[in-house]
Structure formats: structure tokens, C-alpha cells
């Protein structure tokens, strides 16, 4: 569903094309930018994928469009493109992942690669994800950090906090079922806590395959959460776990999880990837694990402090909360779209040409291999079918 706001003038105007279904990015990626344009009278509207056809009616209304997580093979976008060039509107791909280099993924990243190279530049959520697509793709590459919003802020600010027991909770948010390994990071750690504290409880929020070695005892697992009684949740927890694995791809993981938990003056313990170590300052205002060893040793002296966990906790929400509050990060995303906007504009139209004139002449040797399987003539069918490969590899 589109969302069209009620302001009709701004040196910006803004279309976002949202491409991820489940709609959890788009809150830090579109929505929190969206509702603070609003508030200093910004055009900023908000469409899906299934209303490209709309948003091609409306693009010259436009001076940057924002393509949030679109994948799509590119002719799927051919004509949008084709009117963005032809009234000179700017285009952004909007990205939170390291989506060049999804791992054992080529065709994904082939698509998102190809989708970029007919945008003006990238937008991205971490300073490793900024080097690493500018070198792959050769794009102006910028940061805009994922937010806090008015109504977590304000949340935390009212909520009580009120410890109803004597456990240690330490909570693990995997937010989706890709992040088994990443929690392995952890696990010989959390086994070692939980086999000798016995007040410490592991809850797990999000789908994740845990050891056999875990008792059912001391393991609390439960669903995905809406975001803000997802807050609610890991205010009464004691400890946040962030572990991930030292890889290209994670690396390119944000801090989200981090200043997070830090609003609800929760203490981090996390993997040392390049953002987590850009807004840990290790052993202020969270703590960064580089062994199994350091992992078991931090956790074991959280759990027995609990000064140290609400020292660091208190830190944490200083430094974590001005620093990602949307209000004030609002102006510094408006100086990156307004210094985009204001670069000399560049035609693409000749690399969306190149690109969906391959994707075309694939399909059409694609088809004439088809209806040579579908020939009676034998012979004829492996002579043709021999000469249509060679074909495929030297045209496509």
C-alpha cells in the first residue's frame, strides 16, 4: 500500500520503493526517515513493489527515488528506469546487508549488482558495507545509520523496570533463522554459564537450533516480536549477546542490535565485526569478545556484578540513545540526499540497455534450446543442441 504525504513542495522530494516483504528493514531503513521528513514538511512517500506501475505515473514529481532492498530481475524495473532517466530524477539503492555478497548466493548477487549499476549511488547502513560496495560495484557509496524512533524513545523513557525475580537473564536475538552459526560463536560460553550459575536463564527470541547439551530447563524461547514489545522484552532481561561470525557478509551487520538493547540500559557482550567495534568502547559501554575464552570470562563476571551490568547498561543508553535517535541523525541523511542530488546528473540509460539486452538474448537461446528438446529428429537435436551452447557462452 502506498503512503503519499500531505506536503506537495520541498527542495527534496522523495519517492522510497520498498522490495522487502516482511517489513521489519523498512522501519529503520524507510519509516523512521519518512515520518521525520514529515515533521519539516519534506515530500516523502512510500510505495511497494506492486505499485511500480503507479509510481511511473508519478516519478516526475520526484527529484530521488529510493530503491529500499528491491530484488528483482532488471527488466522488471526497465521502464520505471526509463522514466527516472528521461526527467532526470536521482536514484539511490538503499541497502542493510552486504547484499553484493550474500554467501553461496551468485545469482543474487548478479541481481542486486545489476540493479545498482543503473543507480546514481548507494546508500547503506555501515561504514564496512560503504568500502566494500564502492570497490565491487564503482558507486558513490554513503552511510546513513538505522535509527531509534519517537515512540522506542519515549517508551523507555516511561517505562518501570522491575526485577520480579533473582535470575540472570541473558537474551539472544536471532531475528531469523539464518543465524544458527553465528550462535555457535557463543555456545560453548553460554553452556559453561548456565552448567555454573544456576540462576541464569538463556531466552532466545527468534528462530534458532540449539545444542541437545541445552536443558529445556534454562532455555526460554519465544516467537518474533513486534519491535516495541520486542523493548519490553529485553528490558527485563540482564545481558544482550551479540555473537557473529568473522565473515565478509557479517561483517557488514549494523549496530541495530547493539543500541537496541542499550535504550533499555541492557550491557552487550558481541562479536568484534567493524560496526560493533566502531560503537563499543570495550568495557564502558559494552563488552567485545574475541575468544571462547573471553566470551566465557565476560559473561562469568556480568553475572556475578550486577554493579558492573547496570554501570555499563547506564553507558551504553548515554552514548547509544542521542547518538541513533532519528530526531537527531535526521539532518545529516538530508545533507547526504541533498549533496546526491546536487552532483551533475549522469544518463544510465546505456547500462540499463546493456544489461536487460543480455537478459533478453539469454531468454531467446533459452527458448530455442526448449523447443530443440521438443524436436523427434535425434540427430539433429545433439547437433543443434551442441551448436546452441557454444552459442549461449559466446553471446551471453
Not at 553507558?315 to 546536487?342: E, G, L, S, V
Not at 523447443?371 to 557462452?393: A, C, F, Y
Request: glycine share 2%; net charge positive; hydrophobic share 35%.
Amino acid at each position: 500500500m502506498s503512503l503519499i504525504s500531505p506536503f506537495n513542495s520541498s527542495e527534496i522530494k522523495i519517492a522510497f520503493v520498498v522490495g522487502c516483504p516482511d517489513g521489519r528493514s523498512e522501519r529503520y531503513r524507510v519509516t523512521n526517515i519518512v515520518n521525520a521528513f514529515w515533521e519539516k514538511n519534506i515530500v516523502a512517500d512510500r510505495y511497494c513493489m506492486e505499485e511500480i506501475d503507479k509510481l511511473i505515473q508519478n516519478v516526475k514529481k520526484y527529484n530521488l527515488v529510493i530503491l529500499f532492498r528491491c530484488f528483482c530481475e532488471l527488466d522488471v524495473l526497465e521502464l520505471l528506469f526509463i522514466e527516472i532517466y528521461k526527467y532526470k530524477v536521482f536514484v539511490i539503492y538503499d541497502m542493510d546487508d552486504l547484499k553484493t555478497e550474500t554467501p553461496n548466493l551468485p545469482r543474487h548477487n548478479r541481481i542486486y549488482k545489476n540493479i545498482i549499476s543503473c543507480c546514481h549511488a548507494v546508500t547503506c547502513t555501515t561504514e564496512y558495507i560503504a568500502k566494500r560496495v564502492e570497490k565491487s560495484v564503482n558507486k558513490r557509496t554513503y552511510v546513513i545509520p538505522n535509527t531509534l524512533n519517537n515512540y522506542q524513545v519515549h517508551l523507555a523513557k516511561t517505562q518501570a523496570l522491575k526485577k520480579q525475580d533473582n535470575l540472570i537473564k541473558i537474551v539472544y536475538q536471532s531475528g531469523t533463522n539464518t543465524h544458527d552459526q553465528d550462535f555457535k560463536v557463543a555456545e560453548k560460553a553460554l553452556l559453561s554459564t548456565l552448567k555454573k550459575h544456576k540462576n541464569v536463564q538463556l531466552h532466545v527470541i527468534g528462530p534458532c537450533s540449539l545444542d541437545k547439551k541445552f536443558g529445556k530447563e534454562n532455555v526460554i524461547f519465544q516467537p518474533y516480536m513486534d519491535y516495541l514489545e520486542l523493548q519490553r522484552y529485553v528490558a527485563y532481561m540482564d545481558i544482550n549477546i551479540a555473537p557473529l561470525q568473522i565473515i565478509p557478509y557479517k561483517e557488514g551487520k549494523s549496530e541495530l542490535k547493539i543500541f537496541e538493547s542499550g535504550l533499555v540500559k541492557i550491557p552487550t557482550v558481541a562479536s568484534p565485526i567493524d560496526s560493533y567495534k566502531r560503537c563499543i568502547n570495550n568495557g564502558v559501554n559494552g563488552f567485545l569478545a574475541y575468544t571462547e575464552k573471553e566470551w566465557e570470562d565476560i559473561l562469568d563476571k556480568l553475572v556475578n556484578n550486577n554493579i558492573l551490568r547496570e554501570k555499563i547498561g547506564n553507558q551504553a543508553y548515554k552514548d547509544f540513545t542521542d547518538k541513533y535517535f532519528i530526531d537527531n541523525c535526521i539532518n545529516d541523511i538530508i545533507y547526504t540526499y541533498r549533496k546526491i542530488i546536487t552532483q551533475p546528473y549522469e544518463n544510465l540509460l546505456q547500462n540499463l540497455r546493456t544489461r536487460c539486452f543480455h537478459k533478453k538474448r539469454k531468454l531467446f537461446w533459452y527458448e530455442r534450446v526448449f523447443s530443440v528438446l521438443n524436436s523427434r529428429d535425434k540427430s539433429h537435436k545433439i547437433i543443434t543442441l551442441l551448436g546452441l551452447q557454444l552459442k549461449i557462452k559466446r553471446h551471453v
